[in-house]
């Protein structure tokens, strides 16, 4: 029932959000509806038992020889990306465990130089996600014991993360050692999605935190590649974080550009929702 109401929730909000119509299931009867339902439950936990049995806590499960593998920096990046579906799936219990573990294992003061964008998305993603929803009764998922462990570690993530953007066009490089900052030989060209797909979590960090650091950054960016559009009102691929020049010219909607467009509408609503805070 909690989880149920949860669902519900999800779904207005989703609504409001997006200012979407209501979806009429038109065609799926509410037997097919269940059992479908049951499918996606059943393959959620097949997968995640599976990574939790055979990888974890490395960050993923190899498909076929079933070992597991540090792909991104190391901290059990598949556990971070199923704390939201747990809690949506109504799994009480091992949302509260992954939490509590999380909280106590995870660290971020490690000599690994990872993705900003993939980081940003998946681990900061995740873990706010997973906290607004640890501390807030309306979920249905609320931790008892819970004290900001989540929200703690996020802003440890996002401040070692922010050597990134210390370029002259505001546009971060696209790797960053969380212990270092940007290594010396580190590519200053970067896609148009990984420069400019950041601000929903940085700007809800800022929001939670009260500081506005992590929202200025990252809409400096978006308006440091905005600024660099064409006359046609387009944006390339790639570009030179230093020299703001196109590195590859194509504009479109696929592959390293689709979702700079899809967080300026993300965060326009942000924005609307509650004020900016810049
Ligand atoms: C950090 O990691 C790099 C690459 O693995 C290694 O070469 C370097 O020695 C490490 N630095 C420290 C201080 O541990
Ligand atoms: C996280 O908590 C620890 C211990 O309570 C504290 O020392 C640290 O400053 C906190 N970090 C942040 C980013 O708030």
């Known amino acids: 029932m909690e989880a149920f109401k949860f669902f519900l929730q999800s779904l207005l909000v989703f609504h409001l959000l ?14 097919e509806a269940r059992q479908l339902r049951d499918e996606v439950r059943g393959m959620f936990y097949h997968a995640f038992d599976g990574y939790m049995e055979h990888a974890f806590p490395l960050d993923e499960l190899r498909p076929l020889s079933c070992e597991g593998e540090d792909s991104l920096g ?26 509590e573990w999380i909280g106590k294992n995870l660290q971020f003061d490690i000599n690994k130089t ?14 706010l996600s997973a906290h607004l929803i640890a501390s807030d009764y309306a979920t249905g998922m609320r931790i008892p ?11 440890d993530l996002a401040r070692r993360l922010l050597p990134a953007f210390d ?28 420069g400019g797909t950041l601000t929903l979590e940085f700007g809800i960090l800022s929001r939670l935190t009260n500081d506005p650091i992590f929202e200025q950054v990252t809409k400096n960016a978006v308006r440091g590649l905005w600024a660099r559009r064409s006359k046609l009102n387009l944006v390339g691929a790639h570009i030179n974080v230093f020299t703001g020049e196109w ?13 700079f467009y899809e967080y300026l509408l993300k965060v326009s609503n942000m924005n609307q929702n509650s004020g900016p805070v810049m």
């Open 18 to 31: 997006f200012l979407v119509q209501p979806a009429h299931a038109d065609g799926v009867a509410p037997e």
């Open 74 to 99: 190391g901290y059990a990046l598949t556990l971070i990306d199923s704390l939201d579906t747990l809690a949506l799936l109504g799994d009480q219990e091992r949302f509260a465990s992954s939490v």
């Open 114 to 127: 990872v993705s900003v964008f993939e980081t940003t998305i998946r681990v900061l993603g995740g873990l």
């Open 145 to 155: 014991s819970y004290d900001n462990q989540l929200l703690n570690l996020t802003e």
């Open 167 to 194: 370029t002259p066009t505001g546009i971060p490089f696209g790797s960053v050692n969380l212990m270092f900052g940007v290594d010396e030989h580190e590519s200053k060209i970067t896609s148009t999605a990984g």
């Open 247 to 259: 590195t590859q010219k194509d504009a479109g909607i696929g592959t390293s550009i689709d979702s």
